[in-house]
């Protein structure tokens, strides 16, 4: 089936069990706002779980933070996000249609790489077992002539961001000959640039209220409590404080469901260390971060290190982790090396130090900043992406998502056989003894079979049948999500069982 059907039949899923739903949706929906349902939350908080647990609890020098989304508006001016969060916009004079110019030039990039692994896929497939990838990449013509092209332009886009080139972004649309997805023509606009921020008002009169703005990151509010944390928990460099929080875009190119959404929430964590030592650190939050991804199991190979075609204003180094979706591999985290700019701007514009006496040097500095941010609501899709399964059965098929134990909403489903002979009374007596460590479901409707595949359809990884034995000699069955296979366990066992399979110490352990 094709990648972009498999997607279509992801979204679907998720309003069907729970998962997320439109924002609004009886009055038409509100574009690129979404709400989490009774499983998305649960699924979400684990996801934030796992991040949070991973910084703060096992990074003796990472604390916690929960800044308000307003702030003072000063602080974006500071930031630079009133002069330069900006996204290059482009329109189509036939469709009335907007699009981001570098999103146009990247899908374009992404097409040239298309062609060249299908034609390295087909090879494959050709010479079999002995076929040399890298051979073939290096020879063949017409892998050649694709990455030709996406050398030329891969360089010419990258000096337009650089040189903040707006004419040079239209005139590589038009010699791409890319085309409006709707119209199907090259009528564009020039391209122009769009502040991202929300803004609202404070105060209750005209004269008195002043425009403030909704947060587009969180970061801001870790910055302008670093002395505060620094000195109230006398943190010693190297420290970070972590954040988990709403943020807003005003995104113009909203698409691909809550890979880009309006209102979304981010993880972020700043690393205050040392001038000098900050790229050093890059590299062991790079590394540590792609731990963290991997140890959920999807596959090492569907994750990449992307570097960034154009530094941030306020950065100097920058790589994103990319995750292959159905839609091609994208972005899901960023890990930034900040240099001073943040605290220095702020230190600038609120007219108060913001420094660091460091002992050991015997003077005081502004320290540097790494970060790392990744976006719970596009986590979430990389999950969720990478556990939803149509198998094949021998007499029919099913729809599994095979999410991570420890992220799933639902651990385990107890399920009497019948509804009678005690057997509904002896699953709850299950339940209440399993209830306080982990997500129980009891479910006694329908055929055992139909409930196995609703469970699967929300990800439980286990399944406990309670049957006329189970009233005998107090033991059940236990049926696993993805072999299927059953085994009989006593159910004094079952907290153990599934304890060991649900554990963030566990996951922790792969890291
Ligand atoms: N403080 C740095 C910062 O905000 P970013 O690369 O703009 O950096 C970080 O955003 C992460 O936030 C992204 O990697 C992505 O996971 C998430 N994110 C950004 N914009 C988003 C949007 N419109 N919808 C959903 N997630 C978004």
Same mark, same amino acid.
């Given at each position: 089936m094709a990648q972009e059907d498999i997607f279509k039949k992801l979204v679907a899923h998720c309003k069907e069990y729970g998962y997320v739903f439109q924002s609004s949706e009886i009055y038409d929906g509100l574009g690129a706002v979404y709400d989490y349902g009774q499983m998305g939350v649960e699924l979400k908080n684990n996801i934030k779980k796992y991040w949070w647990d991973s910084m703060v609890l096992l990074h003796e020098n990472v604390v916690g933070l929960d800044s308000a989304i307003f702030m003072h508006p000063t602080i974006w001016k500071a930031s630079g996000h009133v002069d330069a969060f900006n996204d290059p916009l482009i329109d189509n004079k036939d469709s009335k249609k907007r699009y981001r110019a570098d999103v146009l030039i990247e899908d374009q990039l992404a097409k040239y790489e298309e062609k060249m692994n299908k034609e390295v896929a087909k090879a494959a497939k050709r010479f079999g077992e002995s076929f040399d990838e890298k051979q073939f990449r290096e020879t063949n013509p017409r892998v050649l002539a694709n990455q030709e092209k996406w050398n030329e332009l891969h360089t010419r886009f990258s000096n337009a961001l650089n040189d903040n080139n707006l004419a040079e972004l239209k005139q590589i649309i038009e010699d791409e000959g890319i085309v409006c997805p709707i119209s199907g023509s090259r009528n564009w606009t020039d391209v122009r640039q769009f502040n991202l921020m929300f803004s609202t008002e404070m105060g209750s009169t005209a004269e008195g209220a002043s425009k403030i703005f909704l947060r587009p990151e969180t970061a801001q509010g870790i910055f302008v409590n670093y002395l505060n944390v620094q000195k109230t928990g006398r943190m010693k460099i190297p420290f970070g404080i972590a954040q988990i929080g709403k943020a807003f875009r005003n995104e113009i190119v909203a698409r691909q469901f809550i890979f880009r959404m309006r209102e979304f929430e981010q993880m972020e964590m700043q690393f205050f260390v040392r001038p000098g030592s900050e790229l050093d650190w890059f590299e062991k939050w790079k590394e540590t971060r792609m731990k963290w991804h991997r140890a959920l199991g999807f596959g090492d190979e569907n994750?990449?290190?992307?570097?960034?075609?154009?530094?941030?204003?306020?950065?100097?180094?920058?790589?994103?982790?990319?995750?292959?979706?159905?839609?091609?591999?994208?972005?899901?985290?960023?890990?930034?090396?900040?240099?001073?700019?943040?605290?220095? !701007?702020?230190?600038?514009?609120?007219?108060?130090? *913001? +420094? @660091?006496? /460091?002992?050991?040097?015997? %003077?005081?500095?502004?320290?540097?900043?790494?970060?790392?941010?990744?976006?719970?609501?596009?986590?979430?899709?990389?999950?969720?992406?990478?556990?939803?399964?149509?198998?094949?059965?021998?007499?029919?098929?099913?729809?599994?998502?095979?999410?991570?134990?420890?992220?799933?909403?639902?651990?385990?489903?107890?399920?009497?056989?019948?509804?009678?002979?005690?057997?509904?009374?002896?699953?709850?007596?299950?339940?209440?003894?399993?209830?306080?460590?982990?997500?129980?479901?009891?479910?006694?409707?329908?055929?055992?079979?139909?409930?196995?595949?609703?469970?699967?359809?929300?990800?439980?990884?286990?399944?406990?049948?309670?049957?006329? !034995?189970?009233?005998?000699?107090?033991?059940?069955? *236990? +049926? @696993?999500? /993805?072999?299927?296979?059953? %085994?009989?366990?006593?159910?004094?066992?079952?907290?153990k069982i599934i304890g060991e399979q649900v554990s963030y110490k566990k996951l922790f352990g792969k890291m």
């Amino acid at each position: 089936m094709a990648q972009e059907d498999i997607f279509k039949k992801l979204v679907a899923h998720c309003k069907e069990y729970g998962y997320v739903f439109q924002s609004s949706e009886i009055y038409d929906g509100l574009g690129a706002v979404y709400d989490y349902g009774q499983m998305g939350v649960e699924l979400k908080n684990n996801i934030k779980k796992y991040w949070w647990d991973s910084m703060v609890l096992l990074h003796e020098n990472v604390v916690g933070l929960d800044s308000a989304i307003f702030m003072h508006p000063t602080i974006w001016k500071a930031s630079g996000h009133v002069d330069a969060f900006n996204d290059p916009l482009i329109d189509n004079k036939d469709s009335k249609k907007r699009y981001r110019a570098d999103v146009l030039i990247e899908d374009q990039l992404a097409k040239y790489e298309e062609k060249m692994n299908k034609e390295v896929a087909k090879a494959a497939k050709r010479f079999g077992e002995s076929f040399d990838e890298k051979q073939f990449r290096e020879t063949n013509p017409r892998v050649l002539a694709n990455q030709e092209k996406w050398n030329e332009l891969h360089t010419r886009f990258s000096n337009a961001l650089n040189d903040n080139n707006l004419a040079e972004l239209k005139q590589i649309i038009e010699d791409e000959g890319i085309v409006c997805p709707i119209s199907g023509s090259r009528n564009w606009t020039d391209v122009r640039q769009f502040n991202l921020m929300f803004s609202t008002e404070m105060g209750s009169t005209a004269e008195g209220a002043s425009k403030i703005f909704l947060r587009p990151e969180t970061a801001q509010g870790i910055f302008v409590n670093y002395l505060n944390v620094q000195k109230t928990g006398r943190m010693k460099i190297p420290f970070g404080i972590a954040q988990i929080g709403k943020a807003f875009r005003n995104e113009i190119v909203a698409r691909q469901f809550i890979f880009r959404m309006r209102e979304f929430e981010q993880m972020e964590m700043q690393f205050f260390v040392r001038p000098g030592s900050e790229l050093d650190w890059f590299e062991k939050w790079k590394e540590t971060r792609m731990k963290w991804h991997r140890a959920l199991g999807f596959g090492d190979e569907n994750y990449r290190f992307h570097e960034h075609e154009k530094l941030a204003h306020y950065a100097n180094a920058a790589v994103d982790v990319e995750y292959k979706f159905p839609f091609g591999f994208k972005e899901v985290e960023g890990i930034h090396s900040r240099t001073d700019f943040d605290l220095s !701007q702020h230190e600038q514009y609120s007219g108060k130090k *913001i +420094r @660091y006496y /460091d002992p050991e040097l015997g %003077e005081s500095y502004v320290p540097f900043v790494v970060e790392t941010s990744i976006g719970v609501d596009r986590m979430f899709l990389q999950v969720i992406s990478a556990s939803y399964c149509e198998e094949q059965l021998e007499k029919d098929t099913r729809v599994v998502l095979k999410l991570p134990p420890v992220l799933a909403p639902v651990k385990l489903a107890v399920m009497p056989l019948v509804k009678k002979d005690g057997l509904p009374e002896k699953a709850r007596e299950i339940i209440d003894e399993l209830k306080f460590d982990f997500n129980c479901q009891y479910d006694e409707k329908d055929s055992i079979g139909k409930r196995y595949r609703r469970q699967d359809a929300i990800g439980t990884p286990f399944c406990v049948t309670v049957d006329h !034995q189970s009233a005998e000699d107090n033991t059940v069955t *236990i +049926r @696993y999500r /993805d072999t299927m296979e059953q %085994e009989r366990v006593a159910i004094a066992d079952l907290g153990k069982i599934i304890g060991e399979q649900v554990s963030y110490k566990k996951l922790f352990g792969k890291m």
